[in-house]
């Protein structure tokens, strides 16, 4: 099959539809509500909302394909070291980009909260790249379940390259880290960006398609997993906390949340990623022992899930 | 008096005593808990915060008085336009900022959020000026807690001058502004910063003083006005809204905030800004002709509260 812009934005709408329905399922008790929205400039989405389900207290998944001038920040930025493009020819670029990105609170602190992205852009001279990731933001981790995540991860990534999941592992880490905490946002993923230039566009692709088609199997075991945990009122504060360090690293640090709100994207697309409640309190600190301090103990860097747990 | 940075922090520190007294005796519940802390590299605070009292849900006083080396960004920053400063002169000059930061969230709905910052800085160089604001983000405009609020800073204005009020009132609409949302986070209030180049520093520091000073009466007075009104579950889901834009506003755009996590600053200090819970709605509108409506279509810029309402 030819790869085209086409081809890849209904690919991804195909899985939007696809992930939607596995997500559904899963909850049992609400449904995904669309939005089509149009971008001014060219192009727009398709933002689908879950609410108040029986597993999911707030969610999304949304589709977009947008294009027209290249906007300035990228044009500024150096996007491939193998290829010599002419500022000028730059300038006249246009851009397309499309995307399938998803954030699911779900209403138990014991289900995780769970994140993916997956993005394709191109510009009108050539240049065209990957990116994309999927990371959990348990609000108890639970080692297994850990184990699972990144093992599953790893599967997807060593089919199609064996220094994949070290490097995508490590980046995720990196990126998904609250600075001003010192804290990391969950435990991970993985996450990659532009990785077309080495090796052909097509295995890119076919391995950014595998970790789209991974997500639904993989959150749906985790929800199945722990959905009928008994939770008490600590563990519902504990859980607001932890959706207020969502947010904080959403609001400081998410690259794609600070591009859209300050690119005038659509507002309520960008912020669907928020809960529909979070809680900060003053200097709290977990009793000692805790399930809430192991879990803050365990929100670092470079923790090898698969091979420490379980 | 010889103004000098120990007079001034001294000063400070006794406003702070006086705010939460009488904060404490407008709650008649609860009363503040302090915080010392110190800052490696010179300096320290005192963090008051207050919690679950019968008005006050969560807020701070904060008082600080840091010193050390010029943070870069300051020295690249053009400062003073009267005063021709060698950069060699300023990379070797230390800094010394004193302030009290105050943001009160109170339980009920009907009681506005406000916001007060009053801030000292200088160089060993001689360069040194005053800061500061108080706005107010009521979770219902009241259209004559509005204009007593916006009269009052006025009276303290023209006190001084009479060219600060507008300027200043201005200076908040434009600062407190949630740009991705076009919308103001409250009615604004006065809001200034390094104003003592062109007149005498006395003067300002005179103005100053009393800015901070009208901060208690003022905050007392809008929480005897309304504690005592009755409210329902709506209004307080539409509370948690607004807060949600609260924290929006401080993690996004406060500059505050931003220097504070970047430059490594106490956190907790930093963030007891934010309320004890938030919530965020997908793509919600507030019934027509509601009240939420109506506060809604009255956040924007340039509002003239104290003519065109009461």
Chains 1, 2 share one sequence.
Not at 15 to 44: H, P, T, V
Not at 84 to 94: L, P, R, Y
Not at 163 to 183: C, G, L, Q, S, V
Request: charged letters at 30%; hydrophobic letters at 35%.
């Amino acid at each position: 099959m030819e790869i085209s812009r086409e081809n890849i934005s209904d690919w991804l709408k195909k899985l939007q539809d696809s992930i939607c329905s596995d997500l559904e399922q899963a909850d049992g008790g609400s449904k995904f509500e669309e939005d089509n929205w149009i971008r001014s400039e060219g192009g727009g989405g398709r933002t689908r909302i879950i609410k108040e389900g029986n597993v999911i207290e707030k969610g999304g998944v949304l589709f977009s394909a947008v294009h027209g001038a290249t906007p300035d920040f990228l044009l500024k930025e150096k996007v491939h070291s193998n290829l010599a493009i002419a500022k000028a020819d730059q300038a006249n670029s246009n851009f397309f980009a499309t995307g399938v990105s998803i954030v699911i609170h779900p209403k138990s602190p014991m289900v995780p909260i769970i994140h993916m992205n997956i993005r394709y852009f191109e510009m009108d001279n050539g240049i065209k790249w990957l990116g994309g990731g999927i990371d959990l933001t348990p609000h108890y981790i639970n080692e297994n379940d850990a184990k699972f995540f990144h093992g599953e991860l790893k599967r997807v990534c060593d089919k199609h390259d064996p220094t994949y999941y070290p490097k995508f592992k490590k980046w995720a880490d990196d990126y998904f880290f609250i600075n001003h905490r010192k804290e990391t946002r969950g435990i991970g993923g993985i996450f990659f960006d532009k990785v077309n230039e080495e090796i052909s566009f097509e295995k890119n692709l076919n391995f950014w398609k595998d970790v789209g088609t991974a997500f639904a199997p993989i959150y749906v075991e985790l929800i199945n997993r722990n959905k009928n945990k008994q939770y008490t009122d600590k563990n519902t504060q504990w859980q607001l906390l932890r959706r207020g360090r969502y947010v904080e690293f959403n609001l400081v640090y998410d690259k794609g949340t600070k591009f859209g709100l300050e690119t005038n994207g659509r507002v309520e697309s960008i912020l669907m990623s928020l809960p529909k409640l979070a809680g900060w309190e003053y200097d709290f600190k977990p009793e000692k022992n805790s399930e809430e301090e192991k879990t803050l103990n365990l929100l670092k860097k470079d923790v090898d899930w698969i091979n420490t747990s379980g």
